[in-house]
Antibody, heavy 119, light 105 residues
Framework: EVQLVESGGGLVQPGGSLRLSCAAS????????MHWVRQAPGKGLVWVSR????????NYADSAKGRFTISRDNAKNTLYLQMNSLRAEDTAVYYC????????????WGQGTLVTVSS | SYELTQPLSVSVALGQPARITCGGNNIGSKNVHWYQQKPGQAPVLVIYRDFNRPSGIPERFSGSNSGNTATLTISRAQAGDEADYYC????????FGTGTKVTVL
């Protein structure tokens, strides 16, 4: 069974940093593109970032460029999102997600981890 | 940047068809995917590449895509289909629609 379990969310002050993790199991992690998608409270889904199977390629939404870094450790079956210079508007549930093929649909989602940016 | 527009809400009587539209410039030339999200839960893929159903998704869910509009249809809406629905395409990045809340009366 495919499982994606996020952790690392919490309350952080504006300008602060946080690193999210996503532990993957039930599939060959090193074979898949992985993404982060976020959802502000009561709002819609917004794509944040993606990385290819070996981590050599990454893409970011404009809102994340220069502040967020996606990475992965295939030996640990874990995806990361390092978030720096956090703003109030980054407050959201962050979902880890798997894509079966580059540019394809998201076929599995984690349950999400809540990040709250507030003083 | 590419934009996808969905109606804010759709109401449907129990057992009747519900149609959720997703508008975008020449969206018919793109692959459209649809996700269902129930309150407090992660999204679930219900239609991929315009009209394909993942395993485990009921046959009452179907999709079409042409011109400037893609459509998700629930042929006989059930109470358990109440949820938010999002369309999504790839256009140099992953783009999600604005989301539609489906209410089954």
């Amino acid at each position: 069974e495919v499982q994606l379990v996020e952790s690392g969310g919490g309350l952080v002050q504006p300008g602060g940093s946080l690193r999210l993790s996503c532990a993957a199991s039930g599939f060959t992690f090193s074979s898949y593109w992985m993404h982060w998608v976020r959802q502000a409270p009561g709002k819609g889904l917004v794509w944040v970032s993606r990385t290819n199977s070996d981590g050599s390629r990454t893409n970011y939404a404009d809102s994340a460029k220069g502040r967020f870094t996606i990475s992965r450790d295939n030996a640990k079956n874990t995806l990361y999102l390092q978030m720096n210079s956090l703003r109030a508007e980054d407050t959201a549930v962050y979902y880890c997600a798997r894509v079966g093929a580059a540019d394809g649909p998201i076929d599995y989602w984690g349950q999400g981890t809540l990040v709250t940016v507030s003083s | 940047s590419y934009e996808l527009t969905q109606p804010l809400s759709v109401s449907v009587a129990l057992g009747q068809p519900a149609r959720i539209t997703c508008g975008g410039n020449n969206i018919g030339s793109k692959n459209v995917h649809w996700y269902q999200q129930k309150p407090g839960q992660a999204p679930v893929l219900v239609i991929y590449r315009d009209f394909n159903r993942p395993s485990g998704i009921p046959e009452r869910f179907s999709g079409s895509n042409s011109g400037n509009t893609a459509t998700l249809t629930i042929s006989r809406a059930q109470a358990g289909d109440e949820a938010d629905y999002y369309c999504q395409v790839w256009d140099s990045s992953y783009v999600f629609g604005t989301g539609t809340k489906v209410t089954v009366l």
